[in-house]
T-cell receptor, first 117, second 116 residues
């Protein structure tokens, strides 16, 4: 079955360490996204990528970095520069909408809960 | 400026009753898409229903329907015959065009609690 795999489900790190969250999709989607969710709040966009080897900053990109070397993979690195990294991170993908009537929802992974102490 | 507004932080509904979750949006595009997602306590995001800006009829998917009022820029989710398993966070989202393709903007969510 096609889908998005995020690993690990839970991640613990010491303050000052960089950490990389994995996201792999086999849906053949062009676009991939990283969102951050804090308790009781909505999703905020960190980075997105429409095609391989290209990505754009979202609303809260500071302290994060990404790469898109393969269509299937979009890893997110949480750097030590991120002031408050403890959060729930969701990766998503979608097809690129070219026709105005195209129903193209976001497909999500199950998320990674990152705790930094 | 907030593009998606969900004014109800929390809602309660009796089991088997219908409930409406509000969503208003702001965009200057003519072509856009509106989505609703459900997030149970496990954290996964479940796609529920979609409404395109050019769709003339309100979308329906089983017990879910979308009350789309384009002039008012509202896309309210209606859940009929609520079940205990409907208790979750519900997010309204809009797909919009950006310079490099498309982006999805989410509202703050509404927590629905279904009472037995």
């Amino acid at each position: 079955d096609g889908g998005i795999t995020q690993s690990p489900k839970y991640l613990f790190r010491k303050e000052g360490q960089n950490v990389t969250l994995s996201c792999e999709q086999n849906l053949n989607h062009d676009a991939m996204y990283w969102y951050r969710q804090d308790p009781g709040q909505g999703l905020r966009l960190i980075y997105y990528s429409q095609i391989v080897n290209d990505f754009q900053k979202g609303d809260i990109a500071e302290g994060y970095s990404v790469s898109r070397e393969k269509k299937e993979s979009f890893p997110l690195t949480v750097t030590s520069a991120q002031k408050n990294p403890t959060a729930f991170y969701l990766c998503a993908s979608s097809t690129t909408v070219r026709r105005r009537h195209h129903n193209s929802p976001l497909h999500f992974g199950n998320g990674t809960r990152l705790t930094v102490t | 400026a907030q593009k998606i507004t969900q004014t109800q932080p929390g809602m309660f509904v009796q089991e088997k009753e219908a409930v409406t979750l509000d969503c208003t949006y702001d965009t200057s595009d003519q072509s856009y898409g509106l989505f609703w997602y459900k997030q149970p306590s496990s954290g996964e995001m479940i796609f529920l229903i979609y409404q395109g800006s050019y769709d003339e009829q309100n979308a329906t998917e089983g017990r879910y329907s979308l009350n789309f009022q384009k002039a008012r820029k509202s896309a309210n989710l209606v859940i009929s015959a609520s079940q205990l398993g409907d208790s979750a966070m519900y997010f309204c989202a809009m797909r919009e065009r950006v310079n490099y393709g498309q982006n999805f903007v989410f509202g703050p969510g509404t927590r629905l609690s279904v009472l037995p």
